[in-house]
């Protein structure tokens, strides 16, 4: 247990915590942060998904029980938080479907990418890129829906609905993905000086995107309602991990698939739980107080989850 938590998640941690040091002193600041995070979100993770998903093995990792088993229990979680916020804490209906997106979605791409394959090895992340491939169409859908809903109330008006999701189906990452399916579907050959130099780009993804989501983290500030922070890292950090392993165990997943599924729920909330909040301006510093208190937790639930998966 104590060797997972040096070899695995430690020199994770370390990335994430030399970010934070070099912006908290003032070495980098702000704009230097933004920049290596549009770095490695808008070019390297975007090469490292399509490298990915164009030779992923369809058969294999895009297994129908795996997405099955992950985003059912997804779903299960932001409705658990959503109306958990509601009924426990009286929050608003809007606050509540923020809490709600902040239960379902986990830090994959930064932080359970890297672990997993620390933890298993980089032919263990097929199904940790299958669940990626899906995970922000699924969970922007879900939760603008829902908000649209909320927000709404019958009243029809569902043209913010269609612009928005319309800049979603903009964003690199997912167009990413979608060249990669369609190069996996196609059997395109890339040639191989570009191959070759998308892999080099995309070899930088993890560690800058590791290295920047330090930095930002210094810009949030630990304050909000603690008991609802309490109540979004308890179904994110465990109960979240704690049904897919349940429902993983009684479908049969394949060994690596299950380890991909518990480890994914298992992560933090992404700072895609402040973006959302940020764009509906509601439950703002709930979200920001979550990804930064959970991020720091998690050190400790993602090394009990990995005791456990053995």
């Not at 709600?100 to 298993?120: D, H, K, Q, V």
């Amino acid at each position: 247990m104590i060797q997972t938590l040096l070899d695995v998640i430690l020199p994770v941690f370390l990335v994430i915590g030399v970010g934070y040091t070099l912006t908290r002193s003032g070495y980098l600041n702000e704009s230097h942060i933004d920049g290596i995070m549009k770095f490695s979100q808008g070019v390297a993770i975007p090469c490292l998904l399509f490298i990915a998903i164009s030779t992923l093995d369809l058969s294999v990792g895009f297994s129908p029980v795996l997405i099955l088993t992950y985003y059912s229990v997804a779903t299960l979680c932001f409705f658990a938080g959503m109306i958990g916020a509601r009924l426990i804490f009286r929050r608003e209906w809007e606050d509540c479907v923020v809490i709600g997106f902040c239960c379902l979605f986990s830090n994959l791409l930064l932080m359970g990418l890297p672990i997993t394959e620390r933890a298993y090895g980089a032919d263990s992340l097929i199904g940790t890129f299958a669940i990626i491939s899906v995970h922000s169409p699924f969970c922007y859908c879900l939760g603008i829906t829902v908000m649209e809903i909320v927000r709404n109330r019958g009243k029809g008006r569902m043209a913010l609905l269609g612009s928005t999701l319309l800049s979603m189906f903009k964003n690199v990452l997912i167009i990413a993905i979608a060249l990669g399916f369609i190069v996996n579907f196609t059997g395109l050959a890339v040639p191989a000086a570009l191959n070759d130099a998308v892999k080099l780009i995309a070899g930088a993804g993890l560690p800058g995107a590791l290295f920047a989501l330090g930095g930002v983290l210094v810009r949030y500030k630990p304050e909000g309602d603690l008991r609802v922070i309490a109540f979004i890292m308890a179904i994110s950090l465990m109960v979240f991990p704690a049904l897919v392993w349940g429902l993983g165990a009684s479908l049969s997943l394949p060994q690596d698939l299950f380890r991909s599924a518990v480890i994914g729920a298992a992560m933090a909330p992404g700072f895609n739980a402040y973006i959302f909040a940020n764009i509906y301006g509601r439950a703002k510093r709930v979200a920001a107080t979550s990804v930064l208190m959970a991020t720091g937790l998690s050190l400790f639930t993602v090394w009990f989850w990995l005791g456990v998966l053995g």
